[in-house]
């Protein structure tokens, strides 16, 4: 079974720019969690969605916004780039809610804000 | 304010002996917690969980132990072995209404042949 996808693997972008990265979740799961990992720190809670609906959002700001899709995939949005965006954006998936069900780690999008 | 703490950023265990790993936390709402494992271009892996029904949990060479009272939980691998170097996380959640897991910032285990 495949695991978790993310797409892009990389990007590089200039500040003030749009960015829009995309998950593929395991099959049959319903959750989608996003979380940002700056070099040295662990990942920061972004989003939550179950059943296409917002279920959790971190402290970031409303630069940031997320949707899911009927499939269940997920897009990441993050608009008017800061340099301080640059980090790896991760995606995980679980069967349900993630506190039920283990959460299953994409491989992340490696974004450069230049 | 880091609610979930790893104070040890690196370790270097030989192979064969305990890798003993740990975190704290501040949280008391926090009723789940779990390791993971990451490797370099790669997501983090889970490896195993715990509730805070309990105080223990085993999974081959794995165990976590978790002290409420305390407020810290431990990884115990045993034996270690070369493919175990990676960084590890621990993580931590409660449903607050906002379900999110919350992670320390990473010990770098080096397993040494």
């Known amino acids: 079974d495949a695991g978790v996808t993310q797409s892009p693997t990389h990007l590089i972008k200039t500040r003030g720019q749009q960015v829009t990265l995309r998950c593929s979740p395991i099959?049959?799961?319903?959750?989608v969690s996003w979380y940002q990992q700056v070099l040295g720190q662990g990942p920061q809670f972004i989003f939550q969605?179950?059943?296409?609906?917002?279920?959790g959002r971190g402290n970031f700001p409303d630069r940031f916004s997320a949707r899911q899709f009927p499939n269940y995939s997920s897009e990441l949005n993050v608009n008017a780039l800061l340099l301080g965006d640059s980090a790896l954006y991760l995606c995980?998936?679980?069967?349900?809610?993630?506190?039920?069900?283990?959460?299953?780690f994409g491989p992340g999008t490696r974004l450069t804000v230049l | 304010d880091q609610q979930v703490k790893q104070n040890s950023p690196s370790l270097s265990v030989q192979e064969g002996r305990i890798s003993i790993l740990n975190c704290d936390y501040t949280?008391?709402?926090?009723?789940?917690f779990l390791w993971y494992k990451k490797y370099p271009a790669e997501g983090p892996t889970f490896l195993i969980s715990?509730?805070?029904?309990?105080d223990k949990n085993e999974d081959g060479r794995f165990t976590v132990f978790l002290n409420k009272s305390a407020k810290h939980l431990s990884l115990h691998i045993v034996p270690s072995q070369p493919g175990d170097s990676a960084v590890y996380f621990c993580?931590?959640?409660?449903?607050?209404?906002?379900?999110?897991?919350?992670f320390g910032t990473g010990t770098r285990l080096t397993i040494i042949p």
């Open positions: 993580a931590a959640g409660g449903i607050f209404g906002n379900e999110k897991l919350t």
């Open positions: 969605y179950y059943e296409k609906e917002e279920r």
């Open positions: 099959s049959g799961h319903k959750s």
């Open positions: 715990i509730s805070s029904i309990k």
């Open positions: 995980a998936s679980s069967l349900g809610r993630p506190f039920t069900d283990t959460q299953y």
């Open positions: 949280n008391s709402m926090f009723d789940y």
